[in-house]
Nanobody
């Protein structure tokens, strides 16, 4: 079982950058696909990015392609989400999720383990 902790959220001006970090408070990410989702006010949870456990090509949601980058540091047992060119519509609670299934997915239901989330607010 993996317990996840996100950090790095905060308030930033439009056009700015933030880096989110996800790490397990217990266990390891080894063998797990790790993804980021977000949920804005009054919106459904939205897929943001996926880093597959075997190091394959990352996947991104359409709304963040070209602006966000997901990466994993195996040695430090962390997964990062670098967010650049932030927009007010990126404002949301960002969640880290992990799953040990065969294929990483883009649906929230594909993931068994979730963090508590970190708030990102982008001011216009």
């Amino acid at each position: 079982q993996v317990q996840l902790v996100e950090s790095g959220g905060g308030l930033v001006q439009a056009g700015g950058s933030l880096r989110l970090t996800c790490e397990p408070s217990s266990g390891t990410f080894s063998g797990y696909h790790v993804a980021w989702f977000r949920q804005g006010p009054g919106k459904e949870r939205e897929f943001v990015a996926l880093a597959q456990w075997h190091g394959g090509k990352p996947f991104y949601g359409e709304s963040v392609k070209g602006r966000f980058t997901i990466s994993r540091d195996t040695a430090k047992n962390k997964v990062y989400l670098q967010m650049n060119s932030l927009k007010p519509e990126d404002t949301a609670v960002y969640y880290c999720a992990a799953d040990g299934g065969l294929l990483g997915g883009t649906r929230a239901s594909d993931y068994e383990y979730w963090g508590q989330g970190t708030q990102v607010t982008v001011a216009s």
